[in-house]
């Protein structure tokens, strides 16, 4: 315990600075349709045992994994019991937890390369990012996504370093083929059952259609007046005793394959038991979002490189365990895993999104970005110390110590390969990187290794604190729009604006809320150019809101509110006057006018 103090120490006293701040963010542009999907995920399974249907389709979000938003919609109803806080303020709290979650993650996993000090200085270098602390409280897929990942690897990698432990002895042949044969059954079996439940639907359906049309089988044989109701009922009814009995037969089957295996092959058990939690943390972080699985990559390569063939095994167990509870957790993808898993991946590499990516002061769609938008971000987005500290530990690494191999084949699996695939496909990217916040870890890493490279403590302290204060300045000097940082190099966000998207989620429009809130006259009638319900959610209860979504403009309003991105506190109410502008240095992030 000694050794965690103080990472204890630096987790504690962040979470004291985002209990006092967590209630100062907006709510970002993405989070009222996530919640209605988590809402409708958390109701299927309801609806699915009951009913035999789920209520998901691909309008819904059904490709986006909901494991994390369907957690958030729980905990908030739980939180909301005993905290006087909005439901958007305590999501926002739970967000900001899940990044903690992943900062410890991080942490003790640069431990695996690098000593307390150094491990301690790249946790607080990724930590203080302006961008990565802003997102953590008001992103509801990314961060959370960062921190799962992060997760995963870490107890995957630790999990695998104690493989040899449950792996004490080789089978005797007639174990080895008793237990690969009731395995093979078993996978078959109830993979079969899961993966084809669309099929048996169907087949269902078509009986009782021929049973109904004077046909004999199984269902004539059973009910008495088959066409006593309609078809369509006589399907539910059937299809939900084939769900309820194949939840009997998984049951059973494992516990009896579990049983074999202490019989026959006692250390498979225990090899289970070894993988089970960073399996699960795997199925849930691939059903938050599609790439999850890539985590598992990660730790397959590491436990295929250090324990070789021995590793077989337990990394069937790892993907098994992984699939099983990635498909719980995933009511979109129950009625027709395989094919919707993989429509989920095609929909999110090639997302059809409609609006406009700004980058370099010119307006591109998000799957026709010039190579060069990822590395022009990365270089203007993280703190000026990043880069260079990142290199020379490249550098040193590869040139220095055969102890820092791991740390470069982790790196180059986990950032390098990604970013060029990302780079050369032009997979869809939009809002900056913040949809492959996951990847850039590594970054951070290899800066910790400079730091451990500074023998004399005084000067190594002096060197962290010295990269620590461009990110903390950020935040501070940013507060509560963190996550639209650019460094020095851009000239920050004034030599941003207009150049780059700033406020892409709408955030400030709590503190346009609140301004109006102000001064606005009882029952006053406000246009809200943009996402309304961002204004809404913080907005008296007597003010009359209006936006494009709803009605035209046929009346006079009190006030109007428009955010700076695209353009639209210039081309909203052009001629009116301009009454209080939401800034952070010279860049506009939303005006409020008055008609």
Same mark, same amino acid.
């Given at each position: 315990?000694?050794?965690?103090?103080?990472?204890?120490?630096?987790?504690?006293?962040?979470?004291?600075?985002?209990?006092? +701040?967590?209630?100062?963010?907006?709510?970002?542009?993405?989070?009222?349709?996530?919640?209605?999907?988590?809402?409708?995920?958390?109701?299927?399974?309801?609806?699915?045992?009951?009913?035999?249907?789920?209520?998901?389709?691909?309008?819904?979000?059904?490709?986006?994994?909901?494991?994390?938003?369907?957690?958030?919609?729980? $905990?908030?109803?739980?939180?909301?019991?005993?905290?006087?806080?909005?439901?958007?303020?305590?999501?926002?709290?739970?967000?900001?937890?899940?990044?903690?979650?992943?900062?410890?993650?991080?942490?003790?996993?640069?431990?695996?390369?690098?000593?307390?000090?150094?491990? =301690?200085?790249?946790? =607080?270098?990724?930590?203080?990012?302006?961008?990565?602390?802003? @997102?953590?409280?008001?992103?509801?897929?990314?961060?959370?996504?960062?921190?799962?990942?992060?997760?995963?690897?870490?107890?995957?990698?630790?999990?695998?370093?104690?493989?040899?432990?449950?792996?004490?002895?080789?089978?005797?042949?007639?174990?080895?083929?008793?237990?690969?044969?009731?395995?093979?059954?078993? =996978?078959?079996?109830?993979?079969?059952?899961?993966?084809? +439940?669309? +099929?048996?639907?169907?087949?269902?359906?078509?009986?009782?259609?021929? /049973?109904?049309?004077?046909?004999?089988?199984?269902?004539?044989?059973?009910?008495?007046?088959?066409?006593?109701?309609?078809?369509?009922?006589?399907?539910?009814?059937?299809?939900?005793?084939?769900?309820?009995?194949?939840?009997?037969?998984?049951?059973?089957? +494992?516990?009896?394959?579990?049983?074999?295996?202490?019989?026959?092959?006692?250390?498979?058990?225990?090899?289970?038991? $070894?993988?089970?939690?960073?399996?699960?943390?795997?199925?849930?972080?691939?059903?938050?979002?599609?790439?999850?699985?890539?985590?598992?990559?990660?730790? /397959?390569?590491?436990?295929?490189?250090?324990?070789?063939?021995?590793?077989?095994?337990?990394?069937?167990?790892? $993907?098994?365990? $992984?699939?099983?509870?990635?498909?719980?957790?995933?009511?979109?993808?129950?009625?027709?895993?395989?094919?919707?898993?993989?429509?989920?991946?095609?929909?999110?590499?090639?997302?059809?999104?409609?609006?406009?990516?700004?980058?370099?002061?010119?307006?591109?769609?998000?799957?026709?970005?010039?190579?060069?938008?990822?590395?022009?971000?990365?270089?203007?987005?993280?703190?000026?110390?990043?880069?260079?500290?990142?290199?020379?530990?490249?550098?040193?690494?590869?040139?220095?110590?055969?102890?820092?191999?791991?740390?470069?084949?982790?790196?180059?699996?986990?950032?390098?390969?990604?970013?060029?695939?990302?780079?050369?496909? @032009?997979?869809?990217?939009?809002?900056?990187?913040?949809?492959?916040?996951?990847?850039?870890?590594?970054?951070?890493?290899?800066?910790?290794?400079?730091?451990?490279?500074?023998?004399?403590?005084?000067?190594?302290?002096?060197?962290?604190?010295?990269?620590?204060?461009?990110?903390?300045?950020?935040?501070?000097?940013?507060?509560?729009?963190?996550?639209?940082?650019?460094?020095?190099?851009?000239?920050?966000?004034?030599?941003?604006?207009?150049?780059?998207?700033?406020?892409?989620?709408?955030?400030?429009?709590?503190?346009?809320?609140?301004?109006?809130?102000?001064?606005?006259?009882?029952?006053? /009638?406000?246009?809200?150019?943009?996402?309304? @319900?961002?204004?809404?959610?913080?907005?008296?209860?007597?003010?009359?809101?209006?936006?494009?979504?709803?009605?035209?403009?046929?009346?006079?309003?009190?006030?109007?509110?428009?955010?700076?991105?695209?353009?639209?506190?210039?081309?909203?109410?052009?001629? /009116?006057?301009?009454?209080?502008?939401?800034?952070?240095?010279?860049?506009? =992030?939303?005006?409020?006018?008055?008609?």
């Amino acid at each position: 315990m000694k050794k965690n103090y103080s990472i204890l120490i630096i987790l504690t006293f962040s979470l004291l600075v985002g209990f006092f +701040t967590f209630n100062q963010y907006g709510e970002s542009w993405d989070d009222k349709s996530l919640q209605k999907y988590a809402v409708k995920s958390v109701n299927a399974y309801t609806t699915w045992p009951q009913q035999g249907v789920v209520n998901l389709v691909r309008e819904d979000l059904g490709y986006y994994g909901p494991f994390y938003i369907m957690f958030v919609d729980r $905990a908030t109803e739980y939180l909301r019991t005993f905290l006087s806080f909005s439901l958007p303020d305590l999501r926002h709290l739970i967000y900001f937890l899940t990044y903690l979650a992943g900062v410890w993650a991080f942490y003790a996993l640069a431990k695996r390369w690098l000593t307390e000090i150094p491990a =301690l200085g790249a946790t =607080l270098l990724f930590m203080t990012q302006p961008v990565l602390w802003g @997102h953590a409280f008001i992103n509801p897929k990314d961060t959370p996504f960062l921190s799962l990942f992060l997760l995963s690897i870490y107890f995957g990698l630790k999990q695998f370093d104690t493989l040899e432990q449950t792996h004490p002895a080789e089978l005797d042949p007639r174990s080895k083929r008793i237990s690969a044969l009731l395995t093979a059954l078993w =996978l078959v079996s109830v993979f079969s059952l899961f993966l084809f +439940t669309q +099929t048996i639907h169907s087949y269902i359906e078509s009986l009782v259609l021929s /049973a109904q049309a004077g046909g004999t089988n199984i269902f004539s044989l059973l009910a008495k007046d088959i066409n006593a109701v309609s078809a369509e009922v006589y399907t539910q009814r059937y299809f939900i005793l084939f769900l309820q009995l194949r939840t009997y037969y998984f049951l059973l089957s +494992t516990l009896i394959l579990l049983i074999i295996w202490y019989k026959f092959a006692p250390q498979l058990p225990a090899t289970l038991f $070894a993988v089970l939690l960073p399996a699960i943390l795997l199925g849930f972080t691939t059903s938050t979002r599609i790439l999850g699985p890539f985590a598992g990559v990660i730790v /397959a390569y590491y436990a295929f490189r250090t324990k070789g063939r021995q590793a077989t095994s337990a990394i069937v167990m790892y $993907a098994v365990v $992984a699939l099983i509870t990635t498909y719980l957790t995933w009511p979109y993808l129950w009625m027709n895993p395989i094919p919707r898993f993989f429509e989920s991946l095609r929909e999110m590499s090639l997302y059809p999104w409609l609006g406009a990516v700004l980058f370099h002061g010119i307006s591109y769609q998000s799957t026709d970005l010039p190579y060069s938008y990822l590395p022009v971000l990365f270089a203007i987005q993280l703190t000026e110390p990043v880069w260079v500290l990142s290199i020379v530990g490249w550098v040193g690494s590869i040139v220095g110590a055969e102890k820092k191999r791991g740390l470069v084949e982790l790196s180059l699996l986990w950032f390098v390969i990604p970013l060029i695939l990302f780079i050369v496909l @032009h997979i869809a990217l939009y809002d900056n990187f913040r949809q492959i916040l996951f990847i850039i870890p590594p970054i951070f890493l290899m800066a910790g290794v400079v730091f451990e490279k500074i023998k004399d403590i005084k000067w190594q302290v002096a060197v962290m604190v010295l990269s620590l204060v461009p990110g903390i300045f950020g935040i501070v000097s940013l507060h509560p729009y963190e996550y639209m940082y650019y460094n020095s190099f851009i000239g920050g966000v004034n030599g941003a604006y207009g150049r780059y998207d700033l406020d892409y989620w709408g955030i400030s429009y709590r503190e346009a809320a609140e301004y109006v809130n102000s001064v606005a006259p009882p029952n006053a /009638a406000v246009w809200v150019e943009g996402p309304s @319900h961002l204004f809404a959610l913080f907005a008296r209860e007597d003010l009359k809101i209006y936006s494009p979504s709803e009605v035209e403009r046929s009346e006079s309003y009190a006030y109007v509110v428009a955010t700076a991105r695209y353009d639209f506190d210039k081309t909203s109410y052009p001629d /009116a006057e301009i009454v209080y502008k939401i800034m952070r240095g010279d860049a506009v =992030l939303a005006v409020i006018k008055k008609p």
